[in-house]
């Protein structure tokens, strides 16, 4: 009996670690995703602080994997992102 309840303990251990390694593998992959977005970000901004105050800029806005729209932004984005 002793060992029966030894192994339902163990099996319901094993089983949170595959539930939560599971997770932590997701946590991670998720990281990756952001920081590739954060270098992304900041390349961007870099080549955006060489342009004039006065240059037009655009942000693209994606509706579904077909429908790109780049939609104007006013010359006023430095005030906003460089502070």
């Known amino acids: ?23 932590l593998k997701q946590v991670k992959n998720q ?17 955006l602080r060489q342009q004039p105050d006065d240059t037009n800029t655009y942000k693209s806005i994606e509706i579904n994997k077909s429908v790109v729209l780049n939609i104007p932004r006013r010359s006023s984005w430095k005030s906003k992102w460089l502070r």
Request: charged share 35%; glycine share 4%.
């Open 31 to 47: 990281m990756r995703t952001k920081e590739g977005e954060k270098k992304r970000a900041y390349l961007t901004l870099g080549e």
């Open 1 to 23: 009996m002793a060992d029966q309840s030894s192994r339902t303990v163990f099996l319901e251990i094993q089983s949170r670690l595959i539930e939560h390694t599971a997770k």
